[in-house]
């Protein structure tokens, strides 16, 4: 068969599975599976794709079509201006969590300062590496629990050429933490622990469960680090988080109730109150 005939037959198993962006998931499978750029769906739509080449291609589809993301597909995923690749043990990342990242970009008042980061949960560590690709005098620490997210996430930083800038570790949220930092950053989990069971398959049955199940009411891990910000923020410093649907107002008063102020709720690009951010006092400590 020829691509066009390919891709039309991909796209239509895609739709037959109930995947919400068929199209722009074949064009991304096909390129991967055949070595293909944007340009060649067009200039080369009436080629003839060999048919190991078409099964290879369609084994990515139908992975896909049974609810696999299309990042673990590809292994990487892009976020912000980096790739990033993904490993079991790393949540993969998705624009909401560059909210994040404009809302620390937006209060930072010289982006060439030496800033120091540190980001609890840190995972592919994208957050941290995006924000780095940004400052270029900062550095930044990047905690988890998980050895295998901190191995992924080493890489993420070499593959990126952030590496001189960028040190990850192994660790229990802020336990043993000595340091001061500029910014906090975090996308901890935030699921509450009943609602699991109803997610999409494709972060159910995907994504790491230490990774979403944030306790009872999502909060905990929030409740957890906002206790330490006052002895990790340097006077002057914030703190972002991502945060839940419904969960902004609570997070923002976590972080008051430790004495934070200049509180704002931002929102990502569906409307949704996506991050939290709040600044130390320049007197506090």
């Known amino acids: 068969m020829n691509l066009r005939t390919l891709r039309t037959q991909a796209e239509m198993r895609l739709r037959e599975a109930g995947v919400d962006t068929p199209e722009l998931d074949v064009r991304y499978l096909l390129e991967h599976a055949l070595s293909l750029t944007r340009t060649d769906f067009v200039t080369r739509s009436e080629q003839t794709i060999p048919d ?107 593959r990126n050429g952030l590496a001189a800038r960028a040190r990850f570790q192994t660790g229990d949220w802020a336990n043993g933490i000595k340091d001061r930092f500029d910014i906090v950053v975090s996308n901890p989990p935030y699921i509450p622990s009943a609602d699991i069971a109803t997610l999409e398959p494709e972060v159910r049955e995907h994504d790491p469960l230490r990774a979403l199940d944030g306790g009872p009411d999502g909060l905990e891990p929030y409740r957890i680090i906002a206790a330490d910000l006052p002895r990790l923020l340097m006077p002057g410093g914030m703190v972002a988080f991502e945060v839940g649907q419904g969960q902004a107002e609570d997070v923002a008063a976590l972080v008051e109730a430790q004495g934070l102020g200049e509180t704002a709720i931002l929102c990502d690009l569906g409307g949704v109150k996506r991050c939290v951010r709040a600044r130390k006092g320049v007197q506090g400590g």
């Open 52 to 158: 190991a080449d078409a099964a290879r291609a369609l084994s990515l589809v139908e992975r896909r079509a049974a609810r696999e993301p299309v990042g673990r597909i590809l292994g990487h995923r892009e976020f912000w201006t980096i790739d990033l690749a993904l490993n079991p043990d790393t949540l993969e990342p998705r624009p909401d969590t560059e909210t994040v990242v404009e809302a620390v970009l937006a209060a930072i008042p010289d982006r060439k300062a030496p800033l120091r980061l540190i980001d609890f949960g840190t995972g592919t560590g994208c957050i941290l590496l995006a924000l780095l690709s940004e400052l270029p005098n900062a550095s930044g620490l990047g905690v988890d629990l998980s050895r295998l997210a901190v191995e992924g996430a080493t890489g993420n930083a070499e």
